[in-house]
Nanobody
Framework: QVQLVESGGGLVQAGGSLRLSCAVS????????MGWFRQAPGKEREFAAR????????FYADSVKGRFTISRDNAKNTVLLQMNSLKPEDTAIYYC????????????WGQGTQVTVSS
């Protein structure tokens, strides 16, 4: 089990950028695939991006592809989500998640960080 703490959320105008950070503690980050999910008001939580344990493979939801970039620094136990060209529909609580050995369910979650994009 790992502990995840997100930061970097805030209020930004449409077209702007934010960088979210997920600090990981408890176990070796390199043993985990990592992901970012988001939940908008009144909607279910949805997948946004994920990165393999080695960082060699990434995958994005169509809604964020080309605008968001997920990366990881295993030495610093940190996972980042760079968000560019933000849109009002990106407004949501963003959650960091981990799954051991990059398989199975996402077993560990952070508390979330709010991102609000104004038009």
């Amino acid at each position: 089990q790992v502990q995840l703490v997100e930061s970097g959320g805030g209020l930004v105008q449409a077209g702007g950028s934010l960088r979210l950070s997920c600090a990981v503690s408890g176990r070796t980050l390199s043993s985990y695939g990592m992901g970012w999910f988001r939940q908008a008001p009144g909607k279910e939580r949805e997948f946004a991006a994920r990165i393999s344990w080695s960082g060699g493979s990434t995958f994005y939801a169509d809604s964020v592809k080309g605008r968001f970039t997920i990366s990881r620094d295993n030495a610093k136990n940190t996972v980042l989500l760079q968000m560019n060209s933000l849109k009002p529909e990106d407004t949501a609580i963003y959650y960091c998640a981990a799954r051991y050995h990059d398989i199975g369910p996402w077993g560990d979650w952070g508390q979330g960080t709010q991102v609000t994009v104004s038009s």
